[in-house]
């Protein structure tokens, strides 16, 4: 069973996902946010014209932190079905 879980108190949470048709192909993303009294805040999708999955989920990982960063958002926690765009992004020190 997949269910959504709550960020931590003062957090918001970023849900994204990105795909392509074939791979590379027409790539797009998508995304939402959600603060931890589950309400939404704002959503997100956009184009990556041609790209691959990877790019098209590390597009959608950068515009979910853009928009929460525009929004006053610092406290922030993303969920991805790509372990490797989180593993790129993971601060390893």
Request: with cysteine.
């Amino acid at each position: 069973m997949v269910r959504w879980n709550l960020p931590l108190q003062g957090y918001i949470k970023i849900n994204v996902d990105g795909s392509s048709f074939e791979n590379p192909g027409n790539a797009g993303f998508e995304g939402l946010l959600r603060n931890d009294m589950r309400i939404w805040i704002q959503g997100f999708s956009g184009s990556c014209g041609r790209a691959s999955n990877l790019l098209a989920e590390l597009s959608a990982i950068l515009k979910g932190l853009q928009l929460a960063w525009d929004l006053g958002y610092r406290s922030i926690i993303i969920e991805s079905d790509s372990r490797t765009a989180l593993d790129l992004i993971a601060d390893t020190n």
